[in-house]
């Protein structure tokens, strides 16, 4: 694109008033000044001859990098095209725009200096009355002139001066002006400043109506602890209201613009939606926002990607993943990078994105063998055990439910456990010997701790890990922990069961197993026995009803194999 491009509003203009807005390409201005006298006159006689405001966009050097007829907001400078330093510094660029009426900047213009994160903002008010003539030719003046800036305060983003003359504007320091405000901005950021590893996120909430209040808040909540298990801090969530969600942005364009101007206040590089998003809606967003923009499920996977430790889990992440990716590589817009180690790019990496597309259904193919034949071996693994005549126990349920505390409680085993979301990823499988309460004799069975459900798990989850899901399908019997200490409790358990009956095969029968009893009230405990009163409750970290929970599998599987 030429170096002097017009944008905006350019029907009916004449070549004669184009060549005079190309011809201010080729003014400098000093660094030190906002504007000059020549400058700020010739750009008001142009937007006086042509009846439009003028923008003119000038670097530190004092360069003119931009001209463009409309306000400020229709000729802003696309976010993904400035310079990214960040919310302690400013774009290290300049606005000198005219005005038709002898008013302030309306919100709309201050909006867009700040979603552009200008060094300043001179707004030229130009006379009503007119103009003199001059040799034939037009010349407008400046009525007088209005000069707006950022501050580092959330509650005031900017300030505006009041109605200045030409003559006081451009005796204004420049240099002193923007180096004061980023000192302030490197203050203010280094005091909120976490640590440099960690992706400082805006979570985005769209509610819907086929959506109700609590399961949204619910939904966002997790959303949050997500982002957090991936690695990210997040610093703020939007929400809006809507009756379906926007085709094009997912959320209407004030929300759009709210989101851009709070992620560049808060310092964000990275906004999070709570729902899937299409390559369009994705492209879009990063184009108007200027961070990246991932959805829910890439906050999953990323999780996924860290979380994996043997060979077989990995391998079934890389699969996720590209199988996610491919129908969605045409929207990866080649201005925003997805290299990098924050949310959202760890895995296969972009090098692989960016090959053609039957090289990427290749690898797919190639991994997919993989999968089939690592499920095989489990499978083998299975029929050994049936052969030997164990009973076989699948423990599942929601993630951070304390699946993996349970099963180091019951048989002593090391599996990694914290208060996080798919804290472990690869199943485990441990023997424990329980006593049959009915005939008093051992009874040898295996437990099996699988992957963490969640509410509306990704369907390229769900086939990627087909091969663990299905020490669910195949165990006997199956112990479903519930953290009763989580408000959505209920929810959960409907989501647990929502994706068991998506399973192939149906599993066998379950015992429900309320987890983490010292961590509830008394109501909340008698509520849960009188709904469940089949069910158990304990607490795996405070080794509470275990000896109850044995006798209880020892039944479950007795059932289970008589039953089968």
Same mark, same amino acid.
């Given at each position: 694109?030429?170096?002097?491009?017009?944008?905006?509003?350019?029907?009916?203009?004449?070549?004669?008033?184009?060549?005079?807005?190309?011809?201010?390409?080729?003014?400098?201005?000093?660094?030190?000044?906002?504007?000059?006298? #020549?400058?700020?006159? +010739?750009?008001?006689?142009?937007?006086?001859?042509?009846?439009? =405001?003028?923008?003119?966009?000038?670097?530190? !050097?004092?360069?003119?990098?931009?001209?463009?007829?409309?306000?400020? !907001?229709?000729?802003?400078? =696309?976010?993904?095209?400035?310079? !990214?330093?960040?919310?302690?510094?400013?774009?290290?660029?300049?606005?000198?725009?005219?005005?038709?009426?002898?008013?302030?900047?309306?919100?709309?213009?201050?909006?867009?200096?700040?979603?552009? +994160?200008?060094?300043?903002?001179?707004?030229?008010?130009?006379?009503?009355?007119?103009?003199?003539?001059?040799?034939?030719?037009?010349?407008?003046?400046?009525?007088?002139?209005?000069?707006?800036?950022?501050?580092?305060?959330?509650?005031?983003?900017?300030?505006?001066?009041?109605?200045?003359?030409?003559?006081?504007?451009?005796?204004?320091?420049?240099?002193?002006?923007?180096?004061?405000?980023?000192?302030?901005?490197?203050?203010?950021?280094?005091?909120?400043?976490?640590?440099?590893?960690?992706?400082?996120?805006?979570? $985005?909430?769209?509610?819907?109506?086929?959506?109700?209040?609590?399961?949204?808040?619910?939904?966002?909540?997790?959303?949050?602890?997500?982002?957090?298990?991936?690695?990210?801090?997040?610093?703020?969530?939007?929400?809006?209201?809507?009756?379906?969600?926007?085709?094009?942005?997912?959320?209407?364009?004030?929300?759009?613009?709210?989101?851009?101007?709070?992620?560049?206040?808060?310092?964000?590089?990275?906004?999070?939606?709570?729902?899937?998003?299409?390559?369009?809606? $994705? !492209?879009?967003?990063? @184009?108007?926002?200027?961070?990246?923009?991932?959805?829910?499920?890439?906050?999953?996977?990323?999780?996924?990607?860290?979380?994996?430790?043997?060979?077989?889990?990995?391998?079934?992440?890389?699969?996720?993943?590209?199988?996610?990716?491919?129908?969605?590589?045409?929207? +990866? %817009?080649?201005?925003?990078?997805?290299?990098?180690?924050?949310?959202?790019?760890?895995?296969?990496?972009?090098?692989?994105?960016?090959?053609?597309?039957?090289?990427?259904?290749?690898?797919?193919? +190639?991994?997919?063998?993989?999968?089939?034949?690592?499920?095989?071996?489990?499978?083998?693994?299975?029929?050994?055990?049936?052969?030997?005549?164990? =009973?076989?126990?699948?423990?599942?349920?929601?993630?951070?439910?304390?699946?993996?505390?349970?099963?180091?409680?019951?048989?002593?085993?090391?599996?990694?456990?914290?208060?996080?979301?798919?804290?472990? @990823?690869?199943?485990?499988?441990?023997?424990?010997? $329980?006593?049959?309460?009915?005939?008093?004799?051992?009874?040898?069975?295996?437990?099996?701790?699988?992957?963490?459900?969640?509410?509306?798990?990704?369907?390229?989850?769900?086939?990627?890990?087909?091969?663990? @899901? #299905?020490?669910?399908?195949?165990?006997?019997?199956?112990?479903?922990?519930?953290?009763?200490?989580?408000?959505?409790?209920?929810?959960?358990?409907?989501?647990?069961?929502?994706?068991?009956?998506?399973?192939?095969?149906?599993?066998?029968?379950?015992?429900?197993?309320?987890?983490?009893?010292?961590?509830?009230?008394? #109501?909340?405990?008698?509520?849960?026995?009188?709904?469940? =009163?089949?069910?158990?409750?304990?607490?795996? %970290?405070?080794? @509470?009803?275990?000896?109850?929970?044995?006798?209880?599998?020892?039944?479950?599987?007795?059932?289970?194999?008589?039953?089968?």
């Amino acid at each position: 694109m030429s170096i002097e491009t017009i944008y905006g509003h350019l029907q009916g203009l004449k070549p004669s008033q184009l060549k005079q807005l190309q011809r201010l390409y080729h003014q400098r201005l000093p660094s030190d000044r906002l504007t000059t006298l #020549e400058f700020a006159q +010739r750009l008001a006689a142009i937007s006086t001859e042509i009846e439009q =405001p003028v923008c003119a966009y000038v670097n530190r !050097r004092g360069q003119v990098i931009r001209v463009g007829v409309g306000s400020v !907001r229709q000729t802003q400078i =696309p976010p993904l095209e400035l310079p !990214r330093y960040g919310a302690e510094r400013l774009s290290g660029i300049r606005c000198i725009a005219t005005q038709l009426k002898p008013e302030p900047p309306s919100e709309a213009t201050l909006t867009a200096m700040a979603l552009q +994160r200008l060094d300043a903002l001179v707004v030229l008010t130009l006379s009503g009355s007119g103009f003199e003539r001059r040799g034939g030719g037009a010349t407008g003046y400046v009525r007088d002139a209005y000069l707006a800036h950022l501050v580092p305060h959330p509650e005031a983003r900017w300030t505006i001066s009041p109605p200045l003359s030409l003559d006081l504007l451009t005796q204004q320091d420049f240099l002193d002006l923007t180096e004061g405000l980023e000192a302030e901005f490197r203050r203010e950021y280094v005091g909120q400043q976490v640590d440099a590893e960690h992706d400082r996120v805006l979570l $985005v909430g769209v509610m819907t109506d086929n959506v109700k209040g609590r399961q949204f808040q619910d939904g966002l909540a997790e959303l949050a602890r997500l982002v957090e298990t991936a690695g990210g801090e997040v610093l703020q969530v939007l929400q809006q209201r809507r009756s379906s969600s926007h085709p094009q942005t997912v959320v209407g364009a004030g929300k759009v613009e709210e989101i851009a101007l709070t992620a560049q206040t808060l310092g964000a590089n990275l906004v999070v939606f709570d729902r899937d998003l299409s390559p369009a809606q $994705v !492209r879009n967003l990063e @184009l108007q926002i200027g961070v990246r923009v991932v959805d829910r499920t890439e906050v999953i996977l990323d999780i996924f990607a860290q979380r994996a430790q043997s060979q077989a889990g990995k391998l079934q992440v890389e699969l996720a993943q590209l199988e996610y990716m491919l129908p969605r590589l045409s929207g +990866r %817009g080649r201005a925003m990078s997805r290299l990098g180690g924050g949310i959202g790019t760890r895995g296969p990496g972009e090098t692989k994105l960016e090959t053609e597309r039957r090289a990427i259904q290749r690898r797919i193919s +190639r991994l997919q063998q993989e999968v089939n034949q690592l499920q095989a071996h489990r499978s083998r693994l299975r029929q050994q055990r049936q052969h030997q005549e164990v =009973p076989s126990v699948a423990i599942v349920g929601y993630t951070n439910a304390g699946k993996s505390t349970l099963l180091n409680a019951l048989t002593n085993a090391e599996v990694y456990t914290a208060d996080q979301l798919f804290a472990t @990823l690869d199943p485990t499988t441990r023997r424990l010997v $329980v006593t049959d309460p009915d005939r008093m004799e051992p009874l040898p069975i295996v437990l099996t701790d699988t992957v963490g459900f969640i509410h509306e798990l990704p369907p390229s989850l769900m086939d990627a890990f087909r091969a663990t @899901l #299905e020490e669910v399908t195949e165990a006997d019997a199956l112990l479903h922990v519930v953290d009763l200490s989580h408000p959505a409790w209920q929810s959960q358990i409907r989501s647990v069961m929502t994706i068991l009956g998506q399973m192939p095969i149906t599993p066998g029968p379950a015992l429900l197993a309320f987890n983490k009893i010292d961590q509830v009230d008394s #109501e909340t405990l008698a509520f849960a026995q009188e709904e469940y =009163p089949q069910a158990v409750f304990i607490s795996a %970290g405070d080794r @509470l009803g275990l000896e109850t929970l044995r006798q209880r599998l020892a039944l479950l599987v007795r059932y289970a194999v008589a039953s089968s």
